[in-house]
Antibody, heavy 125, light 108 residues
Framework: QVQLVQSGAEVKKPGASVKVSCKAS????????MHWVRQAPGQGLEWMGI????????SYAQKFQGRVTMTRDTSTSTVYMELSSLRSEDTAVYYC??????????????????WGKGTTVTVSS | DIQMTQSPSSLSASVGDRVTITCRAS??????LAWYQQKPGKAPKLLLY???RLESGVPSRFSGSGSGTDYTLTISSLQPEDFATYYC??????????FGQGTKVEIK
């Protein structure tokens, strides 16, 4: 079955960087985009960006431009999300989610069908 | 960016009740709408996509409808395991993908 297994919880100091991994299994890794979504404590869901595991192309939310980098390793079917210059407001659970393709009206649309369990990142001095 | 607004933000209901949650987009999204269920401490789970298509394995008491800018999620007969927070998300005009703020369904 399709699974996304994320790395463990992290505690970081302000100004540091964190790199979260998401290992995919149960499907062809390079055939599906991967999203990253975060959720601050008690808050809603916030889209951070997307990576195409096939070619490595990325698109980031404007809010995170310059601070986030998404990469992939096709040999291990793993995607990574690195967030730099951490501040307390980055304390959140970070999720990876597979992008499922829907073809409609001669165009492709992508929703999120399978999610990882999340990685808690705590930023505290 | 397309803004998604859900209502209500929370509701109290009893087991067996019919529950409806509304999601409004700031512009037309041509049924490119997904609904997710999230329980405390868990990842979101996809319930419906394309506004009304039920994800495999999701109980048929969940249904979706709507068009243009206005969409609804209906739970026909609320079950104990349905108490959770529900999010809508548009995937019509991307990036960015945008979510509603969530609707918490609590036990009355």
């Amino acid at each position: 079955q399709v699974q996304l297994v994320q790395s463990g919880a992290e505690v970081k100091k302000p100004g540091a960087s964190v790199k979260v991994s998401c290992k995919a299994s149960g499907y062809t890794f390079t055939s599906y985009y991967m999203h990253w979504v975060r959720q601050a404590p008690g808050q809603g869901l916030e889209w951070m960006g997307i990576i195409n595991p096939s070619g490595g192309s990325t698109s980031y939310a404007q809010k995170f431009q310059g601070r986030v980098t998404m990469t992939r390793d096709t040999s291990t079917s793993t995607v990574y999300m690195e967030l730099s210059s951490l501040r307390s407001e980055d304390t959140a659970v970070y999720y990876c989610a597979r992008g499922m393709e829907e073809f409609r009206f001669n165009y492709y649309y992508y929703y999120m069908d399978v999610w990882g369990k999340g990685t808690t990142v705590t930023v505290s001095s | 960016d397309i803004q998604m607004t859900q209502s209500p933000s929370s509701l109290s209901a009893s087991v067996g009740d019919r529950v409806t949650i509304t999601c409004r987009a700031s512009q037309g999204i041509s049924n490119s709408l997904a609904w997710y269920q999230q329980k405390p401490g868990k990842a979101p789970k996809l319930l419906l996509y394309a506004a009304s298509r039920l994800e495999s394995g999701v109980p048929s008491r969940f249904s979706g409808s709507g068009s243009g800018t206005d969409y609804t999620l209906t739970i026909s007969s609320l079950q104990p395991e349905d108490f959770a927070t529900y999010y809508c998300q548009q995937y019509y005009s991307t990036p960015p993908w945008t979510f509603g703020q969530g609707t918490k369904v609590e036990i009355k």
